[in-house]
């Protein structure tokens, strides 16, 4: 089982930079891909950023250039810098990572002010 603890959410205003941290912890033998979805009040849920074990992201158009993915294997933790933060970012995030299935956060709201 894949616990992952979620932190870093907030209100900022646009123009504006947060970081979210994700740590999982449990019983499993290794992380693979580990991301960040996420979703807004009457929309679905979205791929935000992934990225693979060996450090590969990918990044969804609406977030190129301004958010940016890292891991730390040694910890099992993923981190996402977001800056140029908009109000059409926010959502509540979910940190996603997959071992041997799909593991998902609780969440963190993410608020950005016009």
């Known amino acids: 089982q894949v616990h992952l603890e979620e932190s870093g959410g907030g209100l900022v205003q646009a123009g504006g930079s947060l970081r979210l941290s994700c740590a999982a912890s449990?019983?499993?033998?290794?992380?693979?891909?580990m991301g960040w979805y996420r979703q807004a009040p009457g929309a679905q849920r979205e791929l935000v950023t992934i990225?693979?074990?060996?450090?590969?992201?990918n990044y969804a158009d609406s977030v190129k250039g301004r958010f940016t993915i890292s891991r730390d294997n040694a910890k099992n933790t993923v981190y996402l810098q977001m800056n140029s933060l908009k109000p059409e970012d926010t959502a509540v995030y979910y940190c996603?990572?997959?071992?041997?299935?799909?593991?998902w956060g609780q969440g963190t709201q993410v608020t950005v002010s016009s």
């Open positions: 449990g019983s499993f033998f290794s992380i693979n891909a």
């Open positions: 996603y990572a997959v071992a041997t299935r799909s593991h």
């Open positions: 990225i693979t074990r060996g450090g590969s992201p």
